[in-house]
Each structure stands twice: as structure tokens, then as C-alpha cells.
């Protein structure tokens, strides 16, 4: 099949897969390949998860889509799922991490409109990867990503990520109404910041009458240990945004509220035809469900295995200067370059990211087993080490 009618909008590989199961993906020719970055961070319960299947299929054959002008079961259950999961209250459902983020922006200048700020103002992180329209794109922090798409919307202040004493000294602009940030940078480089720096934003965004905003669009959905980042921390944001894992590949996007952010929006403020529908929500909630029944438990004790096989196996390696993880995200630190990786991986039959041009980033889903761990070690600690031994002969 050709790609002439496509826009070209994705450098694609040049393979096609035709079928999944687990961890793994199958492509048109048979071959078989370990998919450890689950689609970018959305196959949590991995490829057709048989719960998943059968609910979405169920639900399809009973109804998709009514629109969000009448009442939707399905929607209700899932938005009292979330919030009992999140300590949150009330939930506005998009199609997408973006739209779920542009829902946050939204939810933030109505909030400062109506404290009478004229230019409300968000803080955002450097390294930091919200979305590609225009709100969240000019939010993000990659240059790359914005060139040529200016001029970007204003209301947006940047600092440096983990750096509280940034966030801190901009507290006298009175424009400022909310903090919005990853509690791990995903697309930045599994960047994790300081075990009390949410907590200590948390305060910050108190004691300011800031809304404190978290994107865990990749960090959500029991990926890190917890269903969310932040249980870990033991925060309770105003805001919080989820995606990816939500729908296990079904495109579903959800903003939650609490505390200063619930009831900001009002009927007419916000909207979307699509978001949190029958078929989305059915399916979103049986993977929330399956994700909790005791699929999360082990996803802490399975990344912190991945990082101490692959530190073991890199002590001899100066190339890979950092191993950073939380929960199944994994973030490979190499001093140069290292994006042909990918495709080295991808001929051995295993699929990885390269994220920041320097950064191999794992994503595997949370159901992969210790066998498959091992797999997943051991054929990646040889390509990186050939890599290096190519690196050190030239």
C-alpha cells in the first residue's frame, strides 16, 4: 500500500503491523517484535488485552455515540471511578492529551478572568511536552516542535523543571494564576524531579491562590506505581490531565478538577462531540478496573528490576552516564546522540524511543513478565554495547 495520500507529517518506519498480543506486535511477514514502548506509554495492559476486547466489542454492538446533549451512563461510572481513584471531584472528557490540556489552560485563564486578571498567566517547565495545538504547543518547551508555527499564544512564563526557587521568585506577578507541570518529563527524558517537589508546589500554589496543574497524560494509569503520579507524593492538584493509558489505545482524554478549579466551567464553557462517548467510556472503564485489580501492584517492583539489570549490565559502559526510572518509565542516558538506535532495535525485533536525541526511553506495558524483562535486557544491553564499540572504533 502506498502513503502518496497521506500527509507526511510522520517520519514512519518502514514496518507494518498486522497483529498484537501482550508485549508483543506481529508484523505483515510474521515477524515477531517486543513492543517496550507500548505505543508512546497508551498499551499499559499491552496488545488485546482479552477484557478490553470483549467490552469494546460488546459496547459497540449496543451503542457508540449519542453526544453530550443527553445523559451517558458510561461516562458517569468512569468519572466516579477516576475521581475515587484521584482524590479529584468532577471530570470533563476529550478525545486526547491535548485536548484534556487545552480543557487545563481553559479551566486556568477563566479562573484568573474571574479574579479580574487581565493576562492571566501560566507557569510552565522547561523539557517540559503538553500537546500539539496551538495552547499546548506554545505551553511545551521544545523549539523544534514549535518552528514555524509562530506567532504562539502568550500567557505562558517558563523556569527551569525542579527548580522551586524558580517557581518561587515569580511570586510577585500578579498575572500568574496556575503552575503547570509533569510530575515525570516523558517526551524530556524521564526526568524525575525531587521526591517533595510536587509537595512543596502544592504549597507554593497555596499560599499564591495559584491552580496547581499536572499533566500526567504519561505518567497516569498506573505507569508509575501509583494509578497517578501524584498519589505517590501524596498531592492533590487542582488539575489533573490524563490520556495514553486510559484508553489502552481507544483515543480518550480526561481533565479532572478539584479544590479552586472545580466549578470554573459552567454549561457553554467547554465542549467537545466525541469526548467521553459509550464505546470510550465503556472501554476506558474496564481498563481502569483491570489496571486496579492487581495489575498496578507489581509495576514498582518490575521497574526497579529493569534499572538495576541494565545498571549492572552498563558498569562497564561510560557511554550511558544515567539510568532514570519511575515505575515502568525508563529513561537511558547516553553522552551523544544515539537515534539509530531505533532501527538497530527494530531489526532485532524490539521496539524503543529515543527521546531528546540522547535518551533511549522504555515505556513497556505493565503486564510484561519477568521472562520478557529479560528479554527486554539482554538484547537491548547488546546493541547499545555494539553501539559503543562502533562509537569507540571511529
Given amino acids: 500500500m502506498s502513503q502518496q495520500f497521506l500527509i507526511p507529517t510522520y517520519a514512519r518506519q518502514p514496518v507494518a503491523f498486522v497483529r498484537g498480543e501482550g508485549v508483543w506486535l506481529y508484523d505483515e511477514n510474521d515477524h515477531k517484535y517486543m513492543d517496550a514502548i507500548s505505543g508512546i506509554g497508551v498499551c499499559n495492559l499491552g496488545h488485546c488485552h482479552p477484557a478490553v476486547t470483549r467490552t469494546l466489542a460488546e459496547q459497540a454492538g449496543q451503542l457508540m455515540h449519542t453526544s453530550n446533549l443527553y445523559r451517558i451512563p458510561a461516562q458517569e461510572s468512569l468519572a466516579q471511578r477516576l475521581c475515587e481513584l484521584s482524590g479529584m471531584e468532577n471530570v470533563f472528557f476529550s478525545n486526547s492529551g491535548a485536548e484534556a490540556n487545552e480543557a487545563a489552560i481553559k479551566i486556568a485563564r477563566l479562573y484568573g478572568s474571574r479574579k479580574q ?84 508546589l502544592r504549597v507554593l500554589c497555596d499560599r499564591n491562590d495559584w491552580l496547581l496543574m499536572l499533566d500526567e497524560i504519561q505518567s497516569g494509569n498506573g505507569r508509575t506505581g501509583n494509578y497517578f503520579a501524584c498519589l505517590g507524593a501524596g498531592v492533590t492538584p487542582d488539575v489533573l490531565t490524563t490520556a495514553k493509558g486510559l484508553g489502552n489505545g481507544f483515543p480518550i482524554g480526561a481533565c479532572l478538577v478539584a479544590g479552586k478549579a472545580d466549578g470554573v466551567f459552567g454549561p457553554g464553557n467547554h465542549g467537545s462531540t466525541y469526548g467521553g462517548n459509550p464505546l470510550g467510556c465503556a472501554t476506558s472503564l474496564t481498563v481502569v478496573n483491570t489496571l486496579t485489580d492487581d495489575i498496578i501492584d507489581g509495576v514498582a517492583d518490575k521497574g526497579a528490576w529493569l534499572k538495576d539489570a541494565f545498571i549492572q549490565s552498563f558498569s562497564d559502559l561510560p557511554m550511558v552516564t544515567e539510568i532514570r526510572q519511575r515505575g515502568l518509565m525508563l529513561g537511558i542516558q547516553l553522552d551523544r546522540p544515539c537515534g539509530e538506535l531505533v532501527n538497530r532495535a527494530r531489526d532485532a525485533g524490539l521496539l524503543i524511543n529515543v527521546t531528546a536525541g540522547s535518551v533511549v526511553r522504555l515505556l513497556p506495558p505493565l503486564v510484561i513478565s519477568q521472562a520478557e524483562m529479560q528479554h527486554l535486557v539482554d538484547t537491548l544491553s547488546t546493541l547499545i554495547h555494539r553501539f559503543a564499540d562502533e562509537q569507540e572504533v571511529a
Fill in 117 to 200: 486578571i487581565a493576562r492571566p498567566t501560566v507557569i510552565v517547565m522547561e523539557g517540559s511536552f503538553h500537546g500539539r495545538t496551538m495552547a499546548t504547543l506554545s505551553a511545551t518547551a521544545n523549539a523544534k516542535v514549535q518552528e514555524g508555527f509562530a506567532p504562539l499564544l502568550d500567557g505562558f512564563i517558563r523556569v527551569p523543571f525542579n527548580d522551586l526557587a524558580a517557581v518561587e521568585a515569580l511570586a510577585e506577578n500578579n498575572d500568574i494564576v496556575a503552575v503547570l507541570v509533569e510530575p515525570v518529563q516523558g517526551e524530556g527524558g524521564i526526568h524525575i524531579p525531587a521526591d517533595d517537589y510536587l509537595t512543596n
